[in-house]
């Protein structure tokens, strides 16, 4: 399975402030996946990001406050914009790898806005 | 993709069998049954997959019912470490290059509490 890290794994921001993450794999794939858990909740799908085009935002997120960038086909960032204490969650990076295209996790950002 | 049901919480004896039910009674014929877990402050892990036959790994089996409306994930000899939230998911399994994402939703989960 595909080896995933992030950057930062946790940090503390002020409100009105903005924090970047990156997620780097380990291998080359194709569609890179940004998830929040906020506190005691499941995982909701932030966007998805392909290599080479603009990202795909679920339902209730928009690219204003959650730019993501994918420069090539191992690393991508997500920045969580003018942030609010609303935006304390854990944010994981996830990846499709193999021939059933199983999705895999990064151990997540763990933010806190005060 | 279809929705799953999952109990909240259930507890199992460390040494004993946890058998996790999940059900999905609107799957359609292309979608794959996932099973995931998330041990406290990590991210969550991939454990299994099936689409209609029985499926076992190091970790666990998974039985799909005929009719595929349900399943069941075993952890045949449960450990303090198998203490988690565990989601079942159904999902489109694709074949690599599809533009389809097949995207994963997460449920609420069963959290499954191992108890010495």
């Known amino acids: 399975s595909a080896v995933i890290s992030q950057k930062p794994s946790r940090d503390i921001c002020q409100r009105g402030t903005s924090l970047t993450i990156q997620c780097q794999v380990d291998?080359?794939?194709?569609?890179m996946f940004w998830y929040r858990q906020q506190p005691g909740q499941s995982l909701t799908l932030i966007a998805t990001?392909?290599?080479?085009?603009?990202?795909?935002?679920e339902s209730g997120f928009v690219i204003d406050k959650f730019p993501i960038s994918r420069p090539n086909l191992t690393f991508s960032t997500l920045t969580v914009s003018n942030m609010s204490p609303e935006d304390s969650s854990i944010y994981l990076c996830s990846v499709k790898q193999g021939a059933w295209e199983t999705q895999y996790f990064g151990p997540g950002t763990r933010l806190l806005v005060l | 993709d279809a929705k799953t049901t999952q109990p909240t919480s259930m507890d199992c004896a460390e040494g004993r069998a946890a058998n996790l039910p999940c059900n999905h009674s609107?799957?359609?014929?292309?979608?794959?049954v996932y099973w995931y877990r998330q041990i406290h402050s990590q991210g969550p892990q991939y454990i299994i997959h099936g689409l209609k036959n029985n499926e076992t790994n190091e970790m666990a089996s998974l039985i799909i019912t005929e009719d595929r409306k349900s399943s069941t994930l075993i952890l045949p000899h449960a450990t303090l470490r198998d203490t988690a939230v565990y989601y079942c998911?159904?999902?489109?399994?694709?074949?690599?290059?599809?533009?389809?994402?097949?995207?994963?939703?997460f449920g609420q989960g069963t959290t499954l509490q191992v108890k010495p």
């Open positions: 998911i159904v999902r489109v399994a694709l074949g690599a290059g599809s533009s389809n994402t097949g995207k994963l939703i």
């Open positions: 291998s080359q794939v194709t569609m």
């Open positions: 609107t799957i359609s014929g292309n979608e794959y």
């Open positions: 990001a392909n290599q080479g085009s603009e990202a795909t935002y």
